[in-house]
């Protein structure tokens, strides 16, 4: 077999739970495989219960790997415990010392390398810099903030160099407007910092913002690994495309400029073997004046219109190429009144193309000779 190359490589890897003496195991992660190359973070996004925790839980050492493998640089990690992986941990919490103060948490772990002191202090006030709290150091960790709080967590991890932080849904318990500025500000400290990442979270927007690839997992399997703009303009099928946002798929077919025609289709067609994924900026609302309707538009009626900071978010009763269906459009302008009878068109921007029955994609782990 080839060896890995440098950084996190999860080979084939199978995580149980016992579920009982008259009960079978649970499989909590299948067969799943991916490598994170240093330097890089890697989000493991999904819903709760599709094994992303239990599989960071794994590459930490927390948890047992019933198959496969988790190497690090090509060394094996089956039997390494914990605390000799050189991982760092950082969870919904933090977990602080509440006897301690800022600094106190943030040097913890030097102390217990038996770091110098001036080299401690020296690395607490570059980390405090890096996560927006200079001149925190002397505070009390009961007079912070949540949002202070995941900071100092996210410097006290930092602060012994991991070759590796393992992430599990550091911001969820943050409410929507803190979340947005923290993922921002962790994506700033890990790509200063040249930290390897693995972050957990089941927030797409939050997966989108801090990391370099996404892999989407459902029941335990890995369905698509992606960059941000890869996975958004093509999911790999329709569970990908779900999960993402996207809330509507009509047939349409793919055409081939020159190539055989499907009978009845245009020019070049090969049947609807495809789905047009729309999302809710894949959707223009255009008044109905009871003219000739448009080439590719299709009759609504609206059900209610609600502001947000983004635009109108219009809920509509569509009847488009599936029948009628429930879908939500962002407007510009007025909010259009429920009952209102109106058309929508496809905006490309907000659409996605998957193909109608693709299947599960596990990510290719690159080998060197």
Not at 89 to 114: C, I, K, S, W
Request: charged fraction near 25%; glycine fraction near 12%.
């Amino acid at each position: 077999m080839s060896e890995v190359g440098d950084g996190l490589v999860v080979r084939d890897v199978v995580v149980r739970y016992d579920a009982g003496r008259r009960k079978a195991a649970v499989t909590a992660v299948d067969g799943v495989s991916l490598g994170v190359a240093r330097g890089e973070t890697l989000a493991l996004l999904g819903p709760s219960g599709c094994g992303k925790s239990s599989l960071l839980r794994a590459v930490a050492g927390l948890e047992p790997v019933a198959a496969g493998r988790v190497t690090w640089d090509g060394g094996d990690l089956d039997g390494v415990p914990v605390h000799r992986r050189g991982f760092g941990l950082m969870f919904q919490d933090g977990q602080l010392f509440p006897h301690r103060t800022v600094a106190g948490n943030v040097e913890y772990g030097l102390r217990v390398e038996r770091v110098p002191r001036d080299a401690r202090r020296d690395r607490v006030a570059e980390l405090l810099g890096v996560v927006g709290l200079e001149g925190y150091g002397d505070r009390q960790v009961a007079t912070l903030s949540g949002g202070e709080r995941q900071r100092v967590a996210l410097a006290r991890a930092l602060a012994p160099r991991p070759r590796l932080l393992l992430l599990d849904e550091p911001l969820s318990a943050l409410d929507r407007g803190l979340r947005e500025r923290l993922a921002t500000d962790l994506r700033v400290a890990l790509r200063e910092t040249g930290t390897t990442a693995v972050f957990v979270t089941h927030d797409h927007d939050e997966a989108f913002e801090v990391a370099d690839r996404v892999a989407v997992m459902a029941r335990g399997k890995v369905l698509q690994v992606a960059t941000p703009p890869e996975l958004w303009r093509a999911p790999a099928s329709r569970a990908v495309a779900e999960f993402l946002g996207y809330q509507a798929f009509w047939p349409a077919s793919a055409l081939d400029p020159g190539g055989p025609s499907e009978p009845g289709g245009p020019r070049g067609s090969r049947g609807p073997d495809r789905s047009v994924a729309v999302g809710p900026a894949g959707l223009r609302v255009l008044p109905d004046d009871g003219a000739a309707a448009p080439a590719n538009t299709w009759p609504a009626t609206v059900v209610e219109s609600v502001f947000r900071p983004r635009g109108v978010e219009v809920t509509l009763d569509v009847e488009g190429p599936a029948g009628v269906e429930r879908l939500v459009a962002v407007a510009a302008g007025a909010a259009p009144e429920p009952g209102t009878r109106v058309r929508v068109a496809l905006d490309p921007a907000g659409c996605a193309v998957v193909g109608r029955e693709a299947p599960a994609r596990q990510e290719s782990i690159p080998t060197t000779p």
